[in-house]
């Protein structure tokens, strides 16, 4: 069973794989801001997913300085994307339940006093 870190970095993984699906030219700082996380931790987990091989670098070729990067998906990050989404909606779900099961033993209590 995942841990609570486990999750967190998970959750970081799939929220960074979504983002760079719909947006491969962000940049590590608009990646980071987009995430929540420090621009070393974006990094971190943009080098992670590069050795894994889910995200591979190429040029942007728009951009004016050359520098730049955009970060696509493979189609094995595309296979993870999607396994990540789905354990992610399944721990949501559950959080879900559980909160609204707390929400209305609120309710309840509060009915009683």
């Known amino acids: 069973m995942p841990g609570q870190r486990d999750k967190i970095q998970e959750d970081v993984r799939f929220r960074v794989l979504r983002l760079l699906e719909e947006n491969p030219e962000l940049s590590q700082r608009e ?5 929540g996380v420090s621009t070393g931790s974006a990094n971190y987990v943009l080098k992670a997913l590069v050795e894994k091989g889910f995200v591979k670098l190429g040029n942007f070729k728009a951009a004016e300085d050359k520098r730049r990067y955009a970060y696509l998906l493979t189609p094995k990050g595309v296979a993870e994307k999607a396994a990540i989404t789905q354990r992610f909606l399944s721990r949501k779900m559950v959080e879900f339940e559980a909160l609204k099961a707390e929400i209305e033993a609120l309710r309840s209590e509060d009915k009683e006093k």
């Open 31 to 35: 990646l980071a801001e987009a995430v």
